[in-house]
T-cell receptor, first 112, second 115 residues
Framework: GENVEQHPSTLSVQEGDSAVIKCTYSDSASNYFPWYKQELGKRPQLIIDIRSNVGEKKDQRIAVTLNKTAKHFSLHITETQPEDSAVYFCAASEANGNQFYFGTGTSLTVIP | EAGVVQSPRYKIIEKKQPVAFWCNPISGHNTLYWYLQNLGQGPELLIRYENEEAVDDSQLPKDRFSAERLKGVDSTLKIQPAELGDSAVYLC?????????????FGPGTRLTVT
């Protein structure tokens, strides 16, 4: 099955700086890569996703890049704010889109 | 639109006792997932349903865990007997399989503490 690795496990940045979280996957058949944000004690919520036919996608301060050849994808958060502090999970999905494999999470702290 | 509903939100039981969790997915979502999330880890799939059929239960410890999704809507996950290592958050999620997006919507989870 798919194996998703995520780095770093913890990340601290100053408010206004950028944050980058990286994930790698093993199954070349995976074609859908969502990112979830989970605040303390709350449910994971989708913040952005990308499909394998696209190399980059941006939504305001959040962007995701995908390198299919290298099998890695990254989350970029610019102009970070304290409310961005949370645990972020990447995931990779099999071709049918119904089986998700999650990374181990990155705990992001934005220091005011 | 109501989100995924789970109950109870918290459960504390002694080891060897049984426990059950309930999930009501988003209306119209035919795919339902049960995940286990340990502290500091990502969700790990326990079982996936397509309508009422369990299509992937390879990670479900079948000696003590069981699940059902009668009528292809609500689902229950049961542990009997519970062990100390079962303490975790149990997340339910649903998606509209085959739709234009694959987004999974998560419930708030049930935090289980086994003492």
């Amino acid at each position: 099955g798919e194996n998703v690795e995520q780095h770093p496990s913890t990340l601290s940045v100053q408010e206004g700086d950028s944050a980058v979280i990286k994930c790698t996957y093993s199954d070349s058949a995976s074609n859908y890569f969502p990112w979830y944000k989970q605040e303390l004690g709350k449910r994971p919520q989708l913040i952005i996703d990308i499909r394998s036919n696209v190399g980059e996608k941006k939504d305001q301060r959040i962007a995701v890049t995908l390198n299919k050849t290298a099998k890695h994808f990254s989350l970029h958060i610019t102009e970070t704010q304290p409310e961005d502090s949370a645990v972020y999970f990447c995931a990779a999905s099999e071709a049918n889109g119904n089986q998700f494999y999650f990374g181990t999470g990155t705990s992001l702290t934005v220091i005011p | 639109e109501a989100g995924v509903v789970q109950s109870p939100r918290y459960k504390i039981i002694e080891k060897k006792q049984p426990v059950a969790f309930w999930c009501n997915p988003i209306s119209g979502h035919n795919t339902l997932y049960w995940y286990l999330q340990n502290l500091g880890q990502g969700p790990e799939l326990l079982i996936r349903y397509e309508n009422e059929e369990a299509v992937d239960d390879s990670q479900l410890p079948k000696d003590r865990f069981s699940a059902e999704r009668l009528k292809g809507v609500d689902s229950t996950l049961k542990i009997q007997p519970a062990e100390l290592g079962d303490s975790a958050v149990y997340l339910c999620a649903s998606s509209y399989g085959g739709g234009p997006t694959y987004e999974q919507y998560f419930g708030p989870g049930t935090r289980l503490t086994v003492t």
